[in-house]
């Protein structure tokens, strides 16, 4: 046979088939890739303390690093405080968590479950968001991030630049001031993450004092029973803790009015009210009593519709829980149940509902669903902002839906008849908030 002649072509393929070969088993044997110039880049935009937590801003571009490490200082390491490995998390990974609703961010835990970090996409790509949860109160914590590849001869460990955040105690927000029974007035709380304790000042008309010293952090309500009626009564609270032997404080909540004269907001507080048939005239006057405190603290001149109605629906869902021993027990099917005794379903949160909207000027109707819908006993309410209505449902976290929105997502059918025509998309700042159960 007659043999081919040897060419430069020949040769070149042959070369070129050895060198991919090459690179091949080198890779296979440990070899580290050859660097290619993309730009990579780490850095600590902004960090600040957001109640119990320090959220660091970043920008993070590391394609060809593997994964990235947050390191603490509990001192200024310009004056001698050193870094520690806190967490770690692989840049790209499969154990990323989608926001439950929309989808509107990702996020995932670090090796050591300290760091969270919040992602646009399923990597710690760009502007991303690390969230330290074990910080203390009065500490100052100084962060900086590595990135570091498994082809460190290839790609070095890069650092960022460092930045500081002071932790302060968050303000408890008071969610109940009222007084329903005209002899007492009872005050409710949230809880500050990092606190021992809380403090309670009440103003009389000449100067604050303080009434009460709560040295149990879970505990989240106190009733002053030296009160008149017919007085008016302000209080503020703020929370503290213990940080090297010394007590360090929260700046106040806002401060809160109660008056124990009689009620002047409007509603139905007659017989067979729609807040509640079967109320007597005494519970309707507490039902009364508490949305005129609703309406003096958290009502403000030129509030929109949208507003006052938001209020409304965030006031009822903090202040009342789900009643699972059943509407027949301690009015839970009204706005007593709602309200008063801050236990209630779904007819008295909707009918609750009704009457905070009532006492504040905002159009608001009582509905009931059908045989046809999914749940035959559902209730829940429609409201009017800027000439339009929506569904609202406060117990099962539904702010300004749309007909079609009720109708395909929860499967619920009602009579029409007798009601203002509902709108059948979303409004645009529709919201859903998790449901009371």
């Known amino acids: 046979m007659k043999k081919k002649p040897i060419t430069v072509s020949s040769i070149l393929s042959r070369f070129l088939i050895f060198a991919i070969a090459f690179l091949?088993?080198?890779?296979?044997?440990?070899?580290?890739?050859?660097?290619?110039?993309?730009?990579?880049?780490?850095?600590?935009?902004?960090?600040?303390?957001?109640?119990s937590e320090i959220n660091i801003e970043s920008y993070v571009q590391g394609s060809q690093y593997d994964y990235v490490q947050i390191y603490r200082a509990d001192r200024d390491p310009s004056q001698g405080g050193t870094f520690v490995l806190l967490d770690q998390m692989l840049i790209s990974t499969n154990y990323w968590y989608s926001d439950s609703y929309g989808g509107k961010y990702w996020y995932t835990s670090g090796d050591n479950d300290k760091i969270t970090c919040y992602s646009h996409s399923c990597s710690v790509d760009?502007?991303?968001?690390?969230?330290?949860?074990?910080?203390?109160?009065?500490?100052?914590?100084?962060?900086?991030?590595?990135?570091?590849?498994?082809?460190?001869?290839?790609?070095?460990?890069?650092?960022?630049?460092?930045?500081?955040?002071?932790?302060?105690?968050s303000a408890p927000v008071v969610t109940r001031c009222h007084s329903y029974n005209n002899k007492n007035?009872?005050?409710?709380?949230?809880?500050?993450?990092?606190a021992?304790?809380?403090?309670?000042?009440?103003?009389?008309?000449?100067?604050?004092k303080r009434i009460k010293t709560i040295n149990k952090k879970s505990t989240l309500a106190y009733t002053d029973k030296k009160v008149k009626a017919g007085k008016t009564y302000k209080y503020?609270?703020?929370?503290?803790?213990?940080?090297?032997?010394?007590?360090?404080?929260?700046?106040?909540?806002?401060?809160?009015?109660?008056?124990?004269?009689?009620?002047?907001?409007?509603?139905?507080?007659?017989?067979?009210?729609?807040?509640?048939?079967?109320?007597?005239?005494?519970?309707l006057m507490q039902v009364r009593r508490v949305v005129q405190s609703f309406k003096t603290n958290y009502i403000r001149k030129g509030m929109s519709e949208y507003d006052k109605a938001l209020a409304a629906f965030f006031y009822l869902r903090s202040n009342c829980s789900y009643a699972r021993r059943g509407w027949q027990y301690n009015n839970a099917n009204n706005a007593w149940g709602a309200l008063v005794y801050n236990e209630a379903q779904c007819s008295g949160f909707a009918r609750a509902m009704k009457a905070l909207c009532d006492g504040v000027g905002v159009k608001c109707k009582y509905v009931h669903a059908n045989s046809k819908a999914v749940n035959p006993s559902h209730q829940w309410n429609e409201i009017r902002i800027?000439?339009?209505?929506?569904?609202?449902?406060?117990?099962?976290?539904?702010?300004?839906?749309?007909?079609?929105?009720?109708?395909?997502?929860?499967?619920?059918?009602?009579?029409?008849?007798?009601?203002?025509?509902?709108?059948?998309?979303?409004?645009k700042k529709f919201g859903f908030y998790g449901s009371i159960v």
Not at 145 to 166: C, F, G, Q
Request: hydrophobic content about 35%; some cysteine.
């Open 24 to 51: 091949i088993i080198g890779c296979f044997a440990g070899v580290s890739p050859v660097k290619a110039d993309f730009e990579q880049k780490i850095q600590l935009n902004r960090c600040y303390a957001n109640g």
């Open 126 to 169: 760009e502007d991303v968001v690390f969230v330290d949860s074990t910080v203390e109160a009065g500490h100052s914590y100084y962060y900086k991030l590595v990135m570091r590849s498994d082809w460190e001869d290839s790609w070095p460990a890069i650092s960022s630049n460092v930045v500081s955040a002071t932790v302060k105690l």
């Open 185 to 194: 007035v009872k005050l409710c709380w949230s809880c500050t993450p990092k």
């Open 196 to 208: 021992k304790g809380y403090q309670i000042y009440k103003y009389t008309g000449k100067k604050w």
């Open 236 to 283: 503020k609270i703020r929370s503290y803790s213990i940080v090297s032997g010394k007590k360090i404080y929260s700046s106040f909540s806002s401060v809160r009015k109660v008056s124990l004269k009689r009620p002047t907001v409007r509603g139905n507080y007659k017989a067979n009210s729609v807040y509640g048939p079967s109320l007597n005239s005494s519970q």
């Open 386 to 427: 800027n000439g339009k209505w929506y569904i609202v449902d406060a117990q099962s976290g539904f702010f300004l839906a749309g007909s079609n929105t009720w109708k395909n997502m929860m499967g619920m059918r009602w009579n029409t008849k007798g009601l203002p025509k509902c709108s059948a998309s979303d409004h």
